[in-house]
């Protein structure tokens, strides 16, 4: 990967303070204050805009190997540089699975061949993601893609002897085991968020307690393993409850939250469109609006897409037949200044805990969600919070178009992403 000098102009750290230059040379921060650009500097005019670390996804989906007509590496990582991402991780459920060191080795290198973004790999908990026996957790993780977390995303671990190994193998190896949390005993048929609108529609229900009896279980489980639980796409009032006792009594457990169930609520139940059936489903308003206070409070502790690239044919037919999922990557920043920064419940520097700071935490990143300091790696994004955009899924870089945002109006722009102090993106385009 090619590395030249940048200077960034005239951006506000945090938001905060008065505007600086930034140096980046040699992939690092080079110097911040006022800077005279080199002659063969790459300058970026950035007066006005805001700059944070690069932003960490731990939890998307780029379909290769399998479904490369919905998405692949390539096109998912052009996705992410756009939305301010310099590290995404790969789930699993690709076809075949990513269950041993074999495919979770080409989807790394893969990654580093395009060089957008550093794509890690998320290793299958269990064979095919079949939940009958557990995969090949140690060579993953000591492959050369080095495999820090473990999940069955989009089907839950649900034998409790097997999650209990799972969280004793990943102890360790020092990686982190994320749950789908969803007792599927409780969800057989269920379409939609159960509740009075489901019923008003004709949706079979899909209840709350799925979710929060399987987080409830696996924070026992972690606490007697000693293992680091995380809890993927955190959608109910309750299972926040639960992660707040647990959290409480030390239990190592991180928990995420979607930019979707922090802004749609079961409302959308009306229009029948299947572009806004997800797993786990929308709920209700008084659940979106603890998922913004919990984000607010640490008790939810990051943001994380669950991109989730679907064919037409996958999405354009009956509500029942059609698969759950919903683009993210490059709507995710404005969802999260829409229903966070507009309302005041975070500032920049609260962007910046919890869409890179805390994810890279929790995955073990040495190299992302660092400070904006001269010293630090130059894993950057920056941020004009004063541009609106329309979305239209047509336009965006995913091979997909199948977002719940079609047609509205957002806040906040992603002017350009370094990576490593390679610019990646810029002005909506890769560069």
Known sequence: MTRGTTVIRGARRYGEGEPVDVLVADGIIAEIGTVAAPADADV?????????PGFVDLHTHLREPGREDTETVETGSAAAALGGYTAVFAMANTDPVADNAVVVEHVWRRGR??????????GAVTVGLRGERLA???TMAKSVAGVRMFSDDGHCVADPLLMRRALEYSTALG???????EEPRLTVGAQAHEGERASRFGYPGWPASAEESI??????????AGARLHVCHVSTTGTVDVLSWAKGLGIDVSAEVTPHHLLLTDERLATYDPVNKVNPPLRAEADAERMRQALTDGVIDCVATDHAPHAVQDKDCEWAAARPGMLGLQTALSIVVETMV???LLDWRGVARVMSERPAEIAGLPDQGRPLEAGE???????DPDTEWTVRGAELASISANTPYE????PAVVSATLLRGRITSREGKID
């Open 44 to 52: 970026i005019e950035a007066a006005g805009h805001v700059l944070l």
């Open 113 to 122: 061949e395009i060089g957008l973004v550093d794509v890690h790999p998320v």
């Open 136 to 138: 090949e957790m140690g």
């Open 175 to 181: 990686t982190v085991v994320a749950q789908h949390a």
């Open 215 to 224: 987080v409830a279980r696996d924070c026992v489980l972690a606490r007697h």
């Open 342 to 344: 507009r309302p005041g």
């Open 377 to 383: 790696p130059a894993n950057l994004v920056l941020v």
């Open 407 to 410: 047609g509205m109006r957002l």
